[in-house]
Every structure is written in C-alpha cells, then in structure tokens.
C-alpha cells in the first residue's frame, strides 16, 4: 500500500478524490451550519423579544385602564382635595406598581399626595407634562428618579377634563422595579433589555453578562415610545468547529470508501486490459509462428506421411499395423493444427470476394447432413428468402460454419436439434447456429475465445479463436451465448456488400 503513495501522480489522486474534496465539503457544510445555527438563535430572540414587548404592553396598558378610572373618580369633584386624598390613598394600598399618586394643578404645583410632600413642588418644567396640559391626553416620561420618593420610576400624567377645561393632572409613578419583576417571571435563560425612545437603558435583566455568543432582537412597544431588546446565548460552543471536524470524519470515511472502489475498479481494469493484451500477444505469437515455420512443418510430415505408408505396406504384422495407423493418425493431427494455424496466421492476406451465403451454405450442406446423420442428430437449416451478398473468402467461410456446426453436433446428445439459419437484419447479413446440447457454464463461455483453451480432449483449442479472426476481418462479430442445460446459441454478423440487392 505505501509503495503506491511513493508515485507523485498517486499521491494527486489520492488528494483530488479524498482530502481536498474532504475539506472543502466539510467547511461548505460547517458555514452552512453556522448559518442555520445563527437563523434559529435570531429567531428565538425574536420570540422573546416579541413575547416581552407584548407583556409590557399589556402591563401599561392594564395600568392605563386603571389610572383612566382613577381620573374618572376625581372627574366627580375636582377640587375637592379630601375627597381626591382618600381616594388616591385607598388605590395606593391596594396596588403596589405605583410609588405614588400626586394632583397637581394646570400650572404644575403639585396639592396632595399619597407621599407627604414637605416642600412646595412644581413640575411644569418637565416635558411630559407639559405634553399632556397641551394636548389633553395622558403622557408617559422617561425613566427618572422621583423628586418624592427618590425611587426609580415613569410617571404618568393623565389630564382630568371638566367643562372642557382642564382642571389638573392625575400624577401616577410606576415603579420600574415592579415593571422589571413582571418581566423576570416570565423570562428563561434570555437576557432582556428596555430602553426608552432617547436611548437610555430602563432596565436589563443582566443574565448573560458573561456570554460571548450573543444573538439579539429588538422590538418597539405600541403603547409607550419604548424598544425592548431580548438577547439570547449560543450553548453549542465553537459551531463551526464541531460542524467541520464532524462532518470531516464522516466525509473522510466516505471518500475513503469511494477512493478504494475507485482503485478496485481501476485495478480490475487494468488487469482486464492486461490480459486482453496477453491474448492480443499470444495471437501474435502463434501468427508469427504460424507465418514463418507452417510451411516447414507441414513439408517433413508429407515426408513423414509417406514413409509410414510404405512401411505399412511393408511390415503387415498386426501389431506393426497397429503402431503405423497411431502415427498417421497423429500425422493427420498435426497438419490439421498446422492448416488453423496457417489460417489464423494471414487470414486478410486472401483477396476477398462478393458471394451469396446461401449458396456458400448450400454447397457444404451435404457435409452437414452426412455428420448429423452419423450422429443421429436432427438437423434444419433455414435459407434467407432474399440473396444475400457479403465479401469474403468462400473457403474461410465454409471453414468457419463447419467448425460452428461439428461444436454443435458434438454438444447434443443422440436426438438432439441443431439448427442453421440465415436471415437480413438492416445492412447485416446474420447467422445464428443453435443447439439444445448441455450449455456452457458461464467460467467456460468466458473464455472460449482464449487460444488454446479447449475443454476437448482431442481439441487444439484454436478453431473458435479461427472463426473469430476470420469474421473480424470481414468487419464482422461472433457471439456465442449458451445457458447450461439449454444449450447455445452462435450469432455471426457480416456487413452486406454494398452492390446487394
């Protein structure tokens, strides 16, 4: 394994189909987390923003309708001070949101209090009265300290009206401090900010004051000129790294995994392509052979051949007859071997010619029958209704469908079917030699093309290996599909010639 990472060119591969995809999708994946990661805290601060600005808004709003009740009292009888007193006096006691209640005349003296009020005190200075006296509706002020109570409150004047005249302002201070409670109830690990329409900060809840990660929302409330801020913090810790580191072991694992199938099909491939080379290299190892020694062997076995013969007719014991019929059956094989091996040799060496398959078949028909005959095989041959015309070589030809045909008469069985047809298929003049002998299992079919490989005992394992390279040189193709048990199929096609009717 570490000798194929010594080669630079290995080592690119390795990058460009592991490591390098690895992390760019890994930090693609992170920021895309990041980004879902900030959305979903962004909203959650937005709920509470959201959920708190409503909530105060329903507090002030609820202290509005109070406070508008209260001046309705008062309406009754403005100037009588008493009544005013009690009835402020019995309201305070009973709701502790407010530090006080004060009326105060149209010029801002304030007359009574619910807080006693040791020194003369005017607040026509201040804006929200000045507000309320101008336009007859309430006013809310900012944050302030009370000039009363010195406690952290708004005050909210509301105007009492009598005979379309104002006859003083209802003054009611809200503790910002029971504000700020209402709101810690209902708050859970965010943090709560209400600042007022200057900008100055009312109150903070102050829960995460030690957070880094902070997401904020800020909402304005409808009732009063306040925006209220929620803030929530991230509890993941450092997103991107996890999210990366993540999915870096998981995409490292896949990659990996799609590197190695990669190599196994590389791998598979090369040793496909070596091993059509080793064929291409015995082809032409037994063509170079054929083409320079053919000739030279077949010369001293015509010799060999002759001599035999003589002594046969010389020496007529059995036992020397015997010895003589082994060798000039031996002979014989020989120069059947050297004959395919002439052939495979140069088989585009001839000068082809345009002839009729039909015709090419029907001159070797009486040789077919004979053998179907001799091995009491039922044997149908099926002509094509039109003259097909292909170039070739008419002996080469015969050689390759005798050769197709004894396969098939030796695969069946006594009573067996082989049958030979010939039919037009676009531009392809096609050949199908079938038989229902026993099959070939599939590790066999594979290799039937191989020089040599031959599951005869007396076969060269040469013959098939003849046919294709004939065909071939005739822009043709054989295949051969056989199912076992079923028997096989032979399909030859051969490009028409062009001059074919």
């Known amino acids: 394994m ?10 690119l591969i390795y990058l460009m ?44 709003g609820e202290t509005v309708s109070r406070i508008d009740m209260l001046a309705t009292l008062i309406d009754i009888n403005p100037n009588d001070l008493s009544n005013v007193q009690e009835i402020l006096t019995r309201t305070i006691d009973k709701d502790v949101r407010f530090s006080g209640f004060y009326w105060a005349n149209p010029e801002g003296d304030l007359l009574i209090g619910t807080n006693e009020l040791t020194s003369p005190i005017n607040i026509a200075d201040r804006e929200y009265f000045q507000e309320a ?29 009598k005979d379309s005249q104002i006859s003083g302002v209802l003054l ?59 803030q929530v913090e991230a509890t993941e810790g450092n997103i991107y790294v996890q999210a990366f580191f993540t999915n870096l072991v998981i995409l490292l694992i896949l990659t990996h995994i799609l590197f190695w199938l990669i190599q196994y099909a590389l791998l598979k491939k090369q040793v496909k392509f070596e091993k059509k080379q080793t064929e291409l290299q015995k082809i032409q190892l037994v063509e170079n052979l054929a083409a320079s020694t053919a000739h030279e062997i077949r ?32 002979v014989n094989r020989i120069n059947a071997i050297v004959s395919e091996l002439l052939l495979l040799g140069k088989p585009t060496a001839h000068k082809l010619s345009t002839y009729c398959v039909n015709d090419i078949l029907r001159e070797i028909e009486p040789i077919i029958h004979s053998e179907a005959n001799f091995n009491s095989v039922d044997l149908s041959i099926k002509y094509s209704n039109d003259p097909l015309q292909i170039k070739c070589v008419k002996d080469h030809l015969k050689q390759v469908l005798l050769n197709l045909t004894k396969n098939a008469l030796d695969a069946v069985n006594n009573g067996g079917q082989v049958s030979i ?81």
């Not at 900030?38 to 002030?60: K, L, M, P, S």
């Not at 007859?136 to 009206?161: D, L, Q």
């Not at 193709?477 to 030859?492: A, Q, R, Y």
Request: aromatic share 10%; proline share 3%.
């Open 2 to 11: 570490w000798n194929w990472f010594k080669s630079k060119k290995n080592v």
């Open 17 to 60: 189909i592991t490591m390098i995809p690895t992390i760019t999708i890994s930090h693609g994946l992170a920021i895309q987390k990041v980004h879902e990661n900030n959305d979903y805290y962004f909203t959650v601060a937005e709920e509470y923003a959201i959920f708190h600005g409503n909530h105060i808004d329903r507090f002030i």
């Open 133 to 161: 006296i101008r336009t007859g509706k309430y006013t809310i002020s900012p944050a302030h300290i009370g000039r009363v109570t010195g406690r952290y409150i708004i005050t909210i004047a509301t105007p009492v009206i």
């Open 172 to 230: 009611s201070s809200l503790r910002i401090d029971k504000i700020e409670e209402s709101v810690l109830k209902h708050t859970e690990e965010e943090r709560v900010f209400l600042i007022d329409n200057s900008g100055q900060s009312i109150f903070n809840t102050d829960h995460l004051a030690s957070a880094q990660k902070l997401y904020h929302y800020a909402v304005d409330i409808d009732r009063v000129p306040w925006t209220i801020e929620a």
């Open 299 to 330: 010369n001293p076995l015509t010799g060999i051949k002759g001599l035999i013969q003589l002594l046969s007719e010389k020496y007529k014991d059995d036992k020397d007859q015997l010895y003589f019929n082994v060798i000039q059956q031996e």
């Open 421 to 501: 047809s010939i039919e037009k298929k676009k531009n392809d003049c096609v050949i199908h030699v079938k038989d229902n002998g026993d099959g070939m299992p599939e590790q066999i079919l594979k290799r039937v093309f191989d020089p040599f490989f031959t599951t005869k005992e007396t076969g060269t394992g040469l013959g098939l290996v003849v046919c294709k390279r004939i065909i071939e040189s005739y822009g043709g193709n054989i295949k051969i599909d056989s199912k076992l048990n079923k028997g096989t199929k032979v399909e030859i096609t051969v490009p028409l010639a062009e001059n074919n009717d």
